[in-house]
């Protein structure tokens, strides 16, 4: 199946980490997100090893935590030893509420309000990466004003077009997010950051874009950084300590979508930088990946219960099910592409072509199209959207006064804990006066 953590049942359910996904429903109710932690802490162990293999003792993963952010998973994080991204006060307040050692966590985004950077402050975050010279100002005078200095590194934009989709592709001189090198301003804000008296500034971040298979990008971007830090050496004498070369490892959504071979990747990029520091007579910087996606994509899984068959004949079929683009807007959004399956009946054949959509009050409220099911699918049947586990709980929705799902982790000890709970009628009110 799409993800080895997928397996079926003698009576035909689907099992996820072994278990029975009808049972979960069940037990939990509908619509539900399932997720497995073993899965997540093997990836988050996978990146730390092979990057210490690659890069040497002082490379440290960074789960990027917009992918899927609620306390348990800092928690895990945490434990497992590695960093954190983080873009805004509500994923940095969510961290520091989970305990999270916050001088492992680097807080990104293009444009980080005053209120933020105070807070980020005042709970210790570790690195700021800063994305202009607004910013770089602001953050300054922050740092005066809490009496600290505030370590950062400067995200710079290598002028990489990854081929993804236009909306996840950040690596362009174009770009929303970063300083272009092309244009020079890479090399100014570098020498203005230099100058300011309560920052230090540790090195430079790129992050060319996300769901990349090319492995190419990573190389590419890596040996443009090097060339980039070498010139910063040459033209202000300014030594790099840290290279975040950001996330964006694509996972498989599809039986369609390629594998790619993480920690081979990883080796290849470290023999990259060091053989580009060797040529350029550069120390090796201590290098940081921010994987998200790829931590828990396929950890992740949606349970949803159908409640229409709509036969248009001569036209299509429809299957609607109990969620949708609340739950996971990533095809309105992208055009994502995902595998559903009838929970309920793995055993029988999938031969039926029809959309699967929700019930969200929009047509374009697609959870898949043209997908293939058994022609017995029908009401109280539930379907199974697999690789869910990235950008789907943490873009949801409350559009249509539907209530958020709750999240039930598959422990690694072999128990099961909602580590987000349901969302009530009485949540949907509670801000309105
Ligand atoms: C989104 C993002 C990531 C994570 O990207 P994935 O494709 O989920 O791995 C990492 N770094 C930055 C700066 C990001 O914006």
Redesign the pocket.
């Known amino acids: 199946m799409i993800s080895d953590n997928l397996t079926v049942s003698e009576n035909g359910e689907l099992l996820f980490v072994g278990r029975s996904t009808v049972e979960l429903l069940a037990k939990y109710g509908s619509p539900l997100y399932v997720m497995d932690e073993a899965r997540i802490r093997a990836r988050m162990r996978q990146y730390a090893e092979a990057m210490r293999a690659a890069f040497g003792e002082s490379a440290l993963p960074l789960y990027?935590s917009?992918?899927c952010s609620f306390k348990e998973i800092y928690r895990i994080a945490s434990a497992e030893g590695i960093g954190v991204?983080v873009?805004s006060a509500g994923e940095i307040f969510t961290a520091h509420s989970a305990g999270f050692p916050m001088e492992k966590a680097y807080f990104?985004g293009n444009n980080k309000t005053d209120e933020e950077i105070r807070l980020a402050m005042e709970v210790g975050v570790g690195y700021f990466?800063v994305d202009s010279i607004d910013e770089l100002n602001a953050v300054d005078e922050a740092a005066a004003q809490a009496g600290i200095t505030q370590k950062i590194l400067l995200r710079i934009t290598p002028g990489i077009d990854t081929h993804t989709y236009e909306a996840?592709n950040?690596g362009k001189v174009d770009s929303k997010f970063g300083n272009a090198i092309e244009t020079g301003q890479a090399a100014n804000i570098t020498a203005r950051a230099m100058e300011k008296p309560h920052l230090a500034l540790m090195g430079f971040?790129c992050?060319v874009?996300?769901?990349?298979f090319d492995s190419d990008t990573f190389f590419r971007s890596a040996d443009i950084m090097l060339a980039f830090i070498a010139d910063m050496k040459k033209q202000y004498g300014f030594v790099t300590r840290e290279l975040d070369l950001?996330?964006?490892?694509g996972v498989r959504y599809t039986e369609n979508d390629p594998t790619i071979d993480l920690a081979d990747n990883i080796r290849q990029v470290g023999e990259h930088l060091r053989a580009s520091c060797a040529a350029l007579a550069l120390e090796m910087p201590a290098v940081r990946l921010?994987?998200?996606?790829?931590i828990v994509a396929d950890a992740g899984l949606t349970l949803y219960t159908v409640g229409t068959v709509k036969h248009i004949p001569g036209y299509k079929t429809y299957v609607t099910v109990d969620g949708g683009m609340g739950d996971n807007p990533r095809f309105a959004l992208y055009g994502s592409a995902y595998t559903v399956l009838c929970a309920n009946k793995m055993t029988q054949a999938a031969d039926m072509v029809c959309d699967v959509v929700g019930k969200y009050c929009e047509s374009g409220d697609i959870v898949q199209p043209a997908v293939s099911l058994p022609s017995s699918v029908c009401r109280s049947d539930i379907l199974a959207v697999t690789t869910t586990g990235?950008?789907n709980y943490s873009m949801a929705s409350n559009y249509n006064r539907i209530p958020r799902l709750p999240i039930v982790l598959l422990t690694a000890d072999g128990g099961e804990k909602v580590v987000v709970r349901r969302e009530t009628l009485d949540d949907l009110v509670q801000y309105d006066l």
């Open positions: 990027a917009k992918a991204d873009v990104h990466v996840v950040t971040h992050h874009g996300s769901q990349v950001g996330g964006g490892y921010e994987p998200g996606r790829s990235a950008y």
